[in-house]
């Protein structure tokens, strides 16, 4: 479970980084790409916290 919630916080700390990123962007090409990928990161992050909260009512 520890691992889980690592992964969760790395997650998270990475599409928050990517969101900076995208922010302080100024070609329309990078901004795109770092949108998608915070996007994507803060997705993989819902389904690991998802995965925790199933793990968490079975135990």
Do not use: C, F, W
């Not at 993989?44 to 909260?53: F, P, R, S, T, W």
């Amino acid at each position: 479970m520890k691992d889980m919630q690592a992964s969760l916080e790395k997650l998270r700390t990475d599409a928050a980084e990517a969101a900076l990123v995208r922010d302080l962007a100024t070609e329309p090409n990078k901004k795109a790409l770092y949108t998608i990928l915070a996007e994507h990161l803060s997705n993989l992050a819902d389904e690991v916290e998802k995965a925790i909260g199933r793990q968490q009512a079975q135990s």
